[in-house]
């Protein structure tokens, strides 16, 4: 028997040193490519981070990591006081002493039975507020980002980091951080347990170790890539969702719902395939662990047994019934929480992936940002200069081409020319949803980089061209959360800008629901709810880039009733597209190519018999046909 000894002295060390090795192979990562503004960060660092966010619960994880002892106790007593209660039923001692070691054993159960149970509501508590935190900042941060930014990152992308990533780093919180050391400690805590024992029996199942080792190695490998598979393909369907589902109804206008479904349903199978491949990755290494654990049972009990009826172990150590019972448990024991750890750690990475892309994001530093020196701008005037601004979406594409211009306060501006030629690009820049690269914009004789951002638009009423409504109310979409306004003071500006004659048909006026993005009003309406939540505000500079969806007649002498009365507000900047609706403008500037190449006003630039008496004529012309047509 003793030629067994040197074999499994050194299959016990080969063992220990594959547990560090396994150890090892974990915590180095995966070289991953850096994708757009997503960059790799390294583990340290994405822990540190994501440990920023539990520190403030540092004392539910102290309790946690009391009542953790409780349950790594119990694991390592309960094989010794089971392997103690059959060598008494073995050697007939009193029923007394049985009952007090059953009755024990019981009690240490329920004690950590209630301990697991509170460490998990303690954790998922935690955890939860944790990522609610993390959520905030996000959603904080998103709102920082600039229009260019915006324009880059898919919508759905963002929903996935909002949501279907933070749930993943939640997963660490709530589970693996304490599991892993939960197991970690149970694994060093049943080898000493183990050794003292029996150590021959202990070098026995150590021997299994290095090829628990090569095993998840292997499956490291392998569910690293199915998770990122996962990932990417979750990215995917996400955003392909959400631009879809917006845009349904062109969809259904176009009769593309075939096609469109081919594209989802391939969408859905790659996620689909993705997940097998997790499934299946987690499927062979489970049943591979338990073949070894298996094995070490079988090994165990020959060894074991053969030893017990021999009297000693194979090496010479005594060996009882009840040593071979603890160990058959404690070998359970052991090689539960190998399997647990390799698969903790896998969600760990499929964690620490998440969390890098959180922090991606969370690292996009907002392209617009006040200047060191911005100032708070107060009362204004409302006089705007452009000086020389170029500007371009794309390096070295300008848009504008060094465009000047000058507004008193209080006046009407129009802007008009052909399609694409930067007139709503212009209303952009003032209010800072791009930055310019030359020239300069002045409001009052400051330019506007000098100003806070927050600061500067509070001064701007933008009534944009596509009005996005919020799922709410009219009231909601009308005063956008601000406190303090009261219904009549809402009502009087909706008599202002003549919506109260249609909000006054609903059946539950201004507490009328408005659907998503407002789809159950007509454009019209939508456009006379959003000069009602411009004018609440108070602007000192009204921007208004004209709807161009077709609005029937009657809106439309509402519109323009309401257009001329907000002249008397303060400044006004319009785009028109309709030509009739800035006769009235103080100035009319004409783009092309986005230079200026007319301005006046309406009187002056038909005389001039220019661009702009071009438009007018052919507009002219066309609304006259259209008007004989209509009353054939
Ligand atoms: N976010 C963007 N990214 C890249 N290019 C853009 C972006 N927005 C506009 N452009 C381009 O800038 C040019 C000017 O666009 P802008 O919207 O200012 O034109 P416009 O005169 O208001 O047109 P319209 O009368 O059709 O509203 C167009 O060629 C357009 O393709």
């Known amino acids: 028997m003793h030629n067994y000894y040197p074999i499994l002295w050194v299959g016990a060390i080969i063992g220990v040193i594959s547990t560090l090795l396994i150890v090892a ?99 998922q508590k ?121 845009g349904m109804k ?14 989802f349903t391939d969408k859905s199978n790659a996620l689909g395939r993705a997940q097998q491949e997790q499934i299946f990755v987690f499927g062979i290494f489970r049943p591979l662990v338990y073949m070894l654990y298996i094995s070490s049972v079988l090994c165990l009990l020959y060894l074991g047994g053969k030893g017990y009826l021999e009297g000693t172990s194979f090496l010479g150590q005594t060996l009882t019934s009840g040593m071979i019972v603890s160990f058959y448990m404690y070998i359970s024991k052991f090689f539960n ?29 907002p392209k617009m940002q006040d200047a060191p020196d911005a100032i708070e701008l107060t009362g204004i005037r409302g006089e705007i200069e452009f000086r020389g601004v170029w500007f371009s979406y794309i ?41 310019f690269q030359k020239g300069e914009i002045l409001i009052d004789g400051i330019d506007i980089r000098k100003i806070k951002i927050d600061s ?9 061209q596509d009005v996005f409504l919020f799922s709410g109310t009219i009231r909601s979409n009308i005063i956008l959360r601000e406190e303090g306004i009261s219904d009549e003071e809402i009502m009087d500006v909706c008599h202002y800008v003549n919506a109260d004659q249609f909000i006054n ?21 939508r456009q006379l709810l959003s000069f009602a939540r411009t004018i609440i505000h108070k602007p000192s500079i009204m921007i208004l880039d004209e709807a161009t969806a077709n609005i029937d007649t009657e809106t439309e002498l509402l519109i323009q009733d309401s257009m001329e009365k907000m002249k008397n507000i303060g400044t ?32 002056e630039l038909l005389a001039a018999q220019g661009r702009y008496y071009q438009l007018y004529t052919l507009q002219y012309h066309r609304e006259q046909s259209e008007k004989q047509r209509g009353r054939k």
Not at 42 to 57: H, N, V
Request: glycine share 6%; with cysteine.
């Open 250 to 263: 062109i969809t259904q206008i176009f009769n593309r719902e075939d096609a469109k479904m081919r594209e």
């Open 572 to 603: 006004m900047l319009i785009v028109a597209h309709r030509l009739s609706t800035i006769q009235h403008a103080d100035e009319i500037i004409v783009l092309s190519h986005g230079k200026i190449v007319e301005h006046g006003t309406h009187q």
């Open 25 to 123: 192979a974990f915590v180095v990562k995966d070289g991953e490519k850096e994708t757009g503004f997503e960059r790799n960060m390294k583990d340290s660092e994405i822990m540190q981070r994501l440990m920023d966010y539990a520190k403030p619960f540092y004392r539910q994880f102290i309790v946690v990591g009391f009542l953790m002892l409780f349950s790594i106790a119990y694991d390592i007593i309960s094989p010794l006081i089971v392997g103690k209660i059959e060598e008494l039923v073995v050697g007939k001692f009193a029923l007394n002493t049985l009952f007090l070691w059953v009755a024990g054993y019981a009690a240490i159960l329920l004690v950590s039975m209630a301990c697991t149970y509170f460490q998990a509501v303690i954790l």
């Open 395 to 435: 390096p070295d594409e300008w848009v504008l081409k060094g465009v000047s211009f000058h507004v008193n306060p209080k006046e009407t501006i129009a802007f008009v020319g052909s399609t694409g030629s930067g007139k709503s690009t212009i209303l952009s820049l003032i209010c800072r949803n791009y930055e």
């Open 126 to 246: 935690t955890g939860q507020k944790i990522i609610s935190n993390m959520r905030e900042d996000l959603f904080v941060h998103i709102e920082r980002l600039s229009h260019e930014q915006l324009n880059e990152i898919p919508v759905g992308k963002l929903v996935t980091r909002t949501t279907n990533d933070t749930n993943a780093i939640s997963l660490m919180f709530t589970n693996l951080l304490v599991n892993l050391l939960k197991n970690f400690f149970v694994i060093i805590g049943i080898l000493i347990a183990m050794l003292f024992l029996n150590y021959e029996l202990t070098l026995m199942v150590l021997c299994f170790v290095p090829f628990i080792v090569l095993f998840s190695i292997i499956f490291r490998k392998f569910s690293r890539r199915a998770h990122r598979k996962v990932k990417d393909c979750t990215t995917d369907i996400n955003t392909y969702l959400s631009e879809n589902l917006s």
């Open 337 to 365: 929480p190998i399997q647990n750890l390799a698969e903790q750690f896998n969600w760990l990475q499929s964690a620490f992936a998440s969390a890098e892309k959180v922090f991606s994001i969370l690292d996009l530093e």
């Open 505 to 525: 048909k609903l059946d539950h006026g201004l507490d009328e629901p408005v659907r998503e993005r407002g789809n159950n009003f007509s454009a019209g309406q």
């Open 456 to 464: 500067l638009r509070k001064k701007f009423g933008q009534m944009l």
